[in-house]
């Protein structure tokens, strides 16, 4: 009896400790993306994490992969096509659309790496407000999802105009 009380006492220690963060950044007119990360219960910084996009009137999740410590951020790119593209690193990307908010599949190609030395694509997407990826063809970098060191709030996403583009792991 005394073990069960004493595990009781300690599953709610930690279940009340438990942290949940999210940060929620506009896309469109009416369109957000939201991610969102859950604390796993652990000694080490691990979360469940998900990306949410919605409008006014429908809404879409999909879960990301666990974070059990090789999380580096998110990168959040446009594609010159219109769809959006939140490249995962070693998690892979998550291909989407804003209007109506949909996961797409099939997509993954977008998170090929572009060699340095390969010709760019001739748009220019600078001039829609976006900086050109220095890493992938026809995508433009408009910001990060990270865990922020020693802030308030776990979660943070920093534009492109604070935030240069890193070069996140690969799949392995």
């Not at 748009?123 to 910001?143: A, I, K, M, V, W």
Request: hydrophobic share 35%; aromatic share 10%; with cysteine.
């Amino acid at each position: 009896m005394r073990f069960s009380i004493q595990f009781l006492l300690l599953t709610f220690a930690l279940t009340a400790c438990k942290g949940e963060h999210s940060e929620t950044v506009s896309l469109e007119e009416g369109r957000h993306i939201e991610m969102s990360l859950t604390s796993l219960i652990s000694l080490q910084s691990d979360w469940e994490r998900y990306l949410t996009i919605f409008d006014e009137k429908h809404e879409v999740q999909v879960e990301l992969l666990s974070d059990t410590g090789w999380w580096r951020g998110s990168s959040l790119y446009l594609h010159r096509s219109g769809l959006y593209v939140l490249n995962e690193g070693q998690g892979g990307c998550v291909v989407f659309q804003a209007s109506p908010p949909q996961i797409l599949h099939g997509y993954s190609h977008l998170c090929n790496k572009t060699p340095i030395d390969t010709e760019r694509s001739g748009l220019n997407l600078s001039s829609d407000g976006c900086t050109p990826s220095r890493h992938y063809t026809d995508l433009c970098f408009l910001g990060l999802f990270f865990e922020a060191q020693g802030a308030e709030d776990t979660l943070q996403f920093n534009w492109s105009d604070t935030q240069g583009e890193p070069l996140l792991p690969t799949p392995p």
